[in-house]
């Protein structure tokens, strides 16, 4: 006990008026978080603790890399966030405002065009980056030109590939086997190859899949 608060230890369970001496205690409705406060001369009021109001936002700070927390839109703390929660690496950037976009997933589609299935270089005219295939990949055709080449630049290492036909409206047919590609081939974890993409003319959907 001090000279100008008393701080209950847990929420106060009733409410009224006693004396302790000569001091005049006033309580309230109960509320989380109670201090019991001078307001005048031998006089204390049951106040809200106003340091357990709810926060307003949490932002992290992509410079500071501290957890800024705010109540009522004003700057109230500047935290460590420690890589006990985040772990700083490529696929964990966290930005202020927004989550990781298009790492964390585990399933990509790109879009190839009606052309000829021996020339995958006929398959990418007038692809648009972000609609037909990810935002940030680089589509070519290999050495052989039936061969589709994808950096990706994830730094991981993708494990299935699956390739369907657009057959009429909606409906997609699932190429198997040698039919929809002869192997697959990385180079490293930001790069691969798929060896002899499906040899038709039909649009294609290739689904790939990272682990």
Request: glycine share 8%; hydrophobic share 40%; aromatic share 10%.
């Amino acid at each position: 006990m001090n000279d100008n608060e008393i701080q209950a230890k847990s929420k106060l369970k009733t409410f009224g008026e006693f004396w302790i001496g000569s001091v005049q205690f006033v309580l309230t409705t109960p509320a989380t978080g109670q201090i019991l406060t001078f307001t005048a001369a031998n006089k204390v009021e049951n106040t809200e603790d106003p340091t357990l109001n709810p926060y307003s936002s949490f932002v992290l700070n992509p410079t500071t890399k501290k957890l800024e927390t705010y109540k009522s839109g004003v700057l109230t703390e500047n935290l460590d966030f420690p890589a006990l929660f985040v772990t700083d690496t490529e696929l964990t950037t966290i930005l202020a405002g927004y989550a990781p976009i298009n790492t964390l997933k585990e399933t990509f589609k790109i879009h190839l065009a009606i052309g000829n299935g021996e020339d995958i270089a006929t398959r990418l005219v007038g692809l648009v980056e972000g609609a037909d295939y990810p935002t940030g990949w680089v589509l070519d055709a290999g050495v052989d030109p039936k061969d589709l080449v994808v950096n990706h630049g994830l730094d991981r290492d993708v494990c299935e590939v699956k390739i369907f036909t657009l057959e009429s409206g909606t409906s997609k047919r699932e190429r198997v086997g040698s039919l929809a590609y002869v192997g697959l081939f990385t180079t490293d974890t930001d790069e691969f190859t798929i060896e002899s993409v499906a040899q038709v003319s039909k649009e294609l959907d290739i689904y790939v899949r990272f682990v």
